[in-house]
Each structure stands twice: as structure tokens, then as C-alpha cells.
């Protein structure tokens, strides 16, 4: 029996494509099926060879749109992945965006290597004909779930009286979650550039470490060993990006704002200095991320620039944060403050203050073990510093846990055995 199904047109072109929730039925006898609307062939072939339809729209962002997809095997249509496909910038060449493409699958493909929790890398296109025959894509794992920006729009919805999204220990779950796969995502030498509410998926299983980070659009690899130029230019949200990447045309005709800003600033405009504290960006964005989930948002903040340390609505917004989660607070406030020398320096070193303070409030669960326990304890030993007294506990708590771990499998073992 031949299978008829439903997909979408993704031609910016077409009217059907521009109505998002319109289908095209089609009988699959044929072996090109087109768009009924404007004739453009529905299946995109990847670089592998393997033919993908699309279902219906996810998502726009980081340059490009996503769909839910599924692979024609046959006459027959299988699996479930996600696909983003890029959306040239005006006057960007073909070999523009196919380096822009490479770019991100190479990092996406890294990033699955290092262990992180982001969506497998599957296939992608990058076709090597004239502009308007092929798209460029991105085939990844579909990650069933949902993402922050609409899990908080949900719990806004609902809950109105005290504007409390989420509990303490719930936050401290999702920092230290996010704050693993950015450790883990730097020591492989990545920036990801864009962290925000829709580029973490919640996905759903039962594994308390679900969050997933997602879009590598705007990632850059950074080479160990040689210099590698610090860029303002690149795809960002204002909101969540640190203020060293502001650039006079955020500024608009506001000349004022921008000399006192670049007063202000000083020394961190310098290419070399700003890189001496480039991971700090993505810790600046992942703070500002978790701020964003415990409490109401002024809806001011998101149209203002930070280009100074503080303002009266960043402040009233502070210290409304600071008292309702005061354990949690401190490290959010050091992810987040305005010059990068007085934020925290690597994840790891960020990772270990949250931990050590939740094992502290709630006890052993949240002790650490396995490659990130030998991580915090190299980084310590190459920095020969004296650790706070908690932080020094935690790491002497997680050791004999580890090490009482490794001998009951070796037990384990030797009676199998």
C-alpha cells in the first residue's frame, strides 16, 4: 500500500510555506512529490543521500528556522529528527553560508564527543549549486520536551500571586545541570555565544539531568595555544549578552550613553584583554538565564542596554532576587556582574562554588564524582590556592564518596568474578 502523508513547503516563497500550519497532502507514487502551491520538490536530499520531508515548524533563531522532520526510506517514512535550516544574511554568499554552516555542525559535533547534553548531530547539506536550487541544513536528534522560555511563559499563566516560578533546590538542579555542560563544552574550546531560555530544552525522561543546550549558530572554537581574535560581531541576544560585546550601533544616535559607556568600559574594548576572559561570556548568559526563571522580569530591562554596572530598574530587579533566594543569589550576582575580571573565571570554578553551597543547604545528594570530581581536583592542584573552607569539605566529602564507590564495585567484581 502507498503511503500518503502530510508536510509543509519550506520555500519563503510560498504562500503555504508562510502559513505555518498548513499541510500539503500527498500521495507518495510520485518520485519527486512538488508543492501544489508553487512547485518546489518537498523532499531535501542531505550530503549522505538521504531524503528528508517536513512535518511542521519548531522554532526560529540563530539564523536559521527549525522543523520536525522524518527520512523517506522507500515509499515509507521513518524516525523523527530536527532540522534547521539556514537563512542566509542579506548579501552573504553561497560560500558564506556554507562556511557558516560547517562551522556549527563541526562544533555540534564536538560538543557530542565531549559528553554535554546537546542534541545529537545527524546529517546536514551544504550544496554546491547556484543560490535558490538547494537549502543548507542541519539534521539533529529531536528532543522531546519543551524549552524554558515556554515552560516559564506556562508557569506565568498560572501562577500570579507571589511570582515564584520555582523552588531553590529546582534552580540549583538547573545551574549546576547547565553549568556541567559548559564546563565541558570550554575545555573542548567552544564558546556557544547564545545561552538563553529557547536554547534549553527540558527534554522528557526520567534522568533529573534533562536540560539540553541547543542552536550552536552563533558557537565559536577557539584553537589552544594560538591567539584567536575576540569578536563583537556575531548573532546575540542584547539581553542576555555580557555588555564588553555592546557595539556603537546598539547605541542608536545616543552618542552620550555610548562615550560614557566606553569610559566606563576602558580597557575591556581591547581585543587582547577581552579575550583573557572569554569564557566569562557564556557564564554572564547562563546567569542572567537563571535570573530570568525565579521571579517576574521587569519588562523594561529587556529593551535597556547595560552599559553601566547598575541601574534603578536592574537594581529593584537584584534585590528583589536576593531575598527571595538568598542561598542561590551570591553566585548568580558573580556570573553577572558588568566588568568579565570580577566574574568568575571558568565554569568549573562557578560549578564548584553552586555545588559545595548545595551540599551545604541540602545535604549529600549533590555531591560530586567521576571525571568532573577529577577535573575540580586538577584545577585546584594547578592553581595552588587556598580553597574557601566549604568548597575544601565538599571536595574531601566527594572524594570519600567516590572512593568508598570504586571499592564496592571492585568488591562487586571480585565475587562475580
Known amino acids: 500500500m502507498t503511503q500518503i502523508d502530510s508536510f509543509i513547503c519550506i520555500n519563503s516563497d510560498c504562500r503555504a510555506a508562510n502559513d505555518k500550519n498548513k499541510s500539503q497532502y500527498i500521495d507518495f507514487k510520485e518520485s519527486n512529490p512538488t508543492c501544489p502551491q508553487c512547485n518546489s520538490i518537498l523532499g531535501q536530499r542531505s550530503s549522505s543521500g538521504d531524503v528528508y520531508f517536513f512535518k511542521g515548524f519548531i522554532d526560529r533563531g540563530g539564523g536559521g528556522s527549525v522543523y520536525e522532520a522524518c527520512k523517506r526510506i522507500g515509499k515509507r517514512f521513518e ?23 560547517e562551522l556549527e555542525f563541526k562544533n555540534l559535533k564536538k560538543a557530542c564527543k565531549a559528553g554535554t547534553r546537546v542534541p545529537q548531530y545527524i546529517d546536514c547539506s551544504s550544496p554546491e549549486i547556484e543560490p535558490g ?6 539534521v539533529q536528534e529531536f528532543l522531546e520536551g519543551e524549552n524554558l522560555a515556554s515552560i516559564l511563559k506556562n508557569k506565568r499563566r498560572i501562577i500570579t500571586e507571589d511570582n515564584l516560578y520555582f523552588t531553590e533546590p529546582t534552580m540549583f538542579q538547573y545551574l549546576i545541570d547547565l553549568l556541567e555542560t559548559l564546563h565541558l563544552l570550554h575545555n573542548n574550546h567552544i564558546l556557544h555565544r547564545d545561552i ?6 527540558q527534554k522528557k525522561q526520567e534522568n533529573i539531568k534533562n536540560l539540553y543546550l541547543v542552536d550552536f549558530g552563533s558557537s565559536k572554537k577557539l584553537e589552544p595555544g594560538i591567539s584567536n581574535k575576540y569578536t563583537k560581531h556575531y548573532a546575540r541576544t542584547p539581553f542576555y549578552a555580557p555588555p564588553e560585546t555592546l557595539r556603537e550601533d546598539d547605541f542608536g544616535s545616543n552618542n552620550d550613553i555610548f562615550d560614557k559607556y566606553k569610559w566606563l568600559i576602558q580597557d575591556f574594548d581591547l581585543d587582547e584583554l577581552l579575550e583573557s576572559h572569554r569564557w566569562t561570556r557564556d557564564i554572564y ?4 538565564t537563571i535570573f530570568e526563571l525565579l521571579t517576574k522580569t521587569p519588562e523594561e530591562i529587556y529593551s535597556i542596554l547595560r552599559w553601566r554596572p547598575s541601574d534603578r530598574i536592574w537594581n529593584k530587579w537584584m ?13 548568580l550576582e558573580r556570573m553577572t556582574r558588568f566588568y568579565p575580571d570580577e566574574r568568575y573565571q571558568t565554569a568549573l570554578e562557578a560549578l564548584l562554588d553552586a555545588s559545595s553551597q ?6 549529600d545528594s549533590w555531591l560530586i ?3 568532573l570530581l577529577k577535573n575540580a581536583l586538577n584545577s585546584v592542584k594547578r ?35
Open 79 to 101: 524516525g523523527k529528527y530536527a532540522i534547521k535550516v539556514l537563512h542566509p544574511r542579506p548579501g552573504s554568499s553561497l560560500k558564506e553560508c556554507k562556511d557558516e554552516l
Open 133 to 138: 536550487r538547494g537549502v543548507y541544513f542541519l
Open 196 to 201: 538563553k531560555l529557547s536554547n534549553i530544552i
Open 285 to 288: 548568559s547562563l546567569g542572567v
Open 319 to 331: 534585590s528583589d532576587l536576593r531575598q527571595n533566594f538568598p542561598n542561590l543569589y551570591p553566585i
Open 358 to 363: 548545595a551540599w551545604y543547604i541540602y545535604g
Open 369 to 371: 564524582e567521576g571525571e
Open 383 to 417: 592553581k595552588k590556592n587556598n580553597l574557601p573552607v566549604l568548597q575544601e569539605r565538599f571536595l574531601e566529602k566527594s572524594e570519600k564518596q567516590q572512593d568508598r564507590k570504586d571499592f564496592e564495585n571492585i568488591f562487586d567484581q571480585s565475587i562475580l568474578g
